[in-house]
């Protein structure tokens, strides 16, 4: 198992609405997303496209959100995590495995912002960063 392509970057924010408005006006980056509320995992989420890549903008949704704990530790944000496509999830899960990583939470894959299965990480395995992997869009 080899990671594929960086799907995109992930930054926490308290301000979804001022993140995006920041990379528009700072950067000139204004095509993003719409906002999307995704209760089940806790997170407010817009994507910011960019010719490579994307941002992906999280703003905590509920007090046991994950990104609230982040948040208290950067109250001004800061980059999340990094996430990388692979071919076959499930087969990137037991890679992770083998190779002694500790996948987060039930360690089965699970639908993400983008609508494809995803798994994450622990930054411990990581040299502190937080990984998520993401099925291949269209595979
Ligand atoms: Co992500």
């Known amino acids: 198992m080899k990671i594929g392509r960086l799907n995109h970057v992930g930054v926490a924010v308290p301000d979804i609405e001022a993140a995006k408005a920041t990379y528009a006006d700072l950067y000139g980056a204004s095509d993003a997303t719409d906002t999307r509320a995704f209760p089940h995992l806790g997170v407010k989420v817009a994507f910011v496209h960019l010719d490579n890549s994307e941002i992906e903008l999280l703003e905590p949704l509920g007090d046991d959100s994950p990104v609230h704990k982040f948040l208290e530790r950067n109250p001004k944000g800061g980059q999340h995590h990094l996430c990388f496509e692979v071919e076959d999830i499930l087969a990137a899960r037991d890679a992770m495995i083998e190779r002694g990583a500790t996948v987060l ?35």
């Open 105 to 139: 939470g039930t360690g089965e894959p699970y639908i993400g912002a983008h609508g494809v299965p995803v798994i994450f990480i622990h930054p411990k395995n990581s040299n502190g960063q937080l990984i998520e992997l993401m099925q291949e869009p269209g595979k």
